[in-house]
């Protein structure tokens, strides 16, 4: 009979105690604490923003860096009305050894300087030269003849004009050549005077033996025969000074020395 009465009982206390365990409420951990960096880590940590452009810029060569501050500081000419031709080919640009060379015009290259060679347009030109593959552009004044290399080179600038518009590491690029009215100074043809140029010639006997032969078939010109930073070269200064002259002599003139060219070129 005892156990009659304790089996109910001891039933529901195990009743009991399922229910209980089935309600307890399981509470989560609290939350990590935040940790503030400390002075001294926040300062050794690198830079994410504009100061990383700023480190990225500082680690680049000096030359560059130097290179970049000549192209953006050297003053540009200031053309005046609309260009007068347009001119489409390829710029080079002065080597150093020019440096401090006398120009056509009389004056001194300056390498940081804007300024270009040009072999037809006055002395004094200023013009627009456009880098064909980034459409920079920069004004430069013609204060030099050439280049003599090539047909399809129609100017070499100096070196800060070249870094300015991309041509300096690429060494040669196709260029749009605005040129604007030259400068008017009395006395001087705007015609111009031509002569006509041989060159480059590897050897000075190449050279010799050329102006000897031109002397006897223009008796009339004034011939001479020079060194030249790119080799040897004649010049011929016709009696008639006209750029349909010195076009009709260059047109007839057979050079037998590869590479050797004639070319037309304005001395005013």
Not at 58 to 87: C, D, L, M, Y
């Amino acid at each position: 009979m005892l156990a009659t009465v304790l089996l109910p009982l001891l039933l529901l206390a195990l009743a009991g105690c399922r229910h209980k365990n089935n309600s307890t409420y399981y509470q989560p951990p609290p939350p990590l604490p935040s940790i503030t960096p400390t002075r001294s880590a926040a300062a050794a940590r690198p830079p994410q923003s504009s100061a990383g452009n700023q480190s990225a810029a500082s680690r680049a060569t000096p030359s560059a860096s130097a290179s970049a501050a000549t192209a953006s500081t050297a003053p540009q000419p200031t053309p005046h009305g609309k260009p007068v031709s347009s001119e489409v080919g390829l710029a080079s640009w002065y080597v150093p050894t020019y440096a401090n060379a006398k120009a056509a015009d009389g004056s001194i290259y300056d390498p940081n300087a804007m300024t270009a060679a040009n072999r037809e347009l006055p002395m004094g030109s200023i013009v627009r030269v456009t880098n064909l593959a980034n459409n920079e552009s920069v004004f430069v004044r013609i204060t030099d003849h050439g280049p003599f290399v090539g047909y399809d080179r129609i100017i070499d600038l100096s070196l800060a004009a070249a870094k300015a518009i991309g041509v300096y590491r690429a060494g040669v690029a196709k260029v749009r050549v605005e040129a604007y009215a030259p400068p008017v100074h009395p006395g001087v043809d705007p015609a111009g005077k031509w002569c006509v140029q041989i060159g480059a010639f590897p050897t000075e006997a190449d050279a010799v033996k050329l102006k000897n032969q031109l002397l006897r078939r223009y008796s009339t010109a004034k011939v001479i025969q020079f060194a030249g930073s790119t080799g040897h070269w004649v010049r011929i200064d016709p009696l008639k000074d006209d750029r349909a002259t010195a076009s009709q002599i260059a047109n007839s003139i057979r050079v037998p020395v590869p590479g050797a060219l004639p070319y037309i070129v304005r001395l005013n």
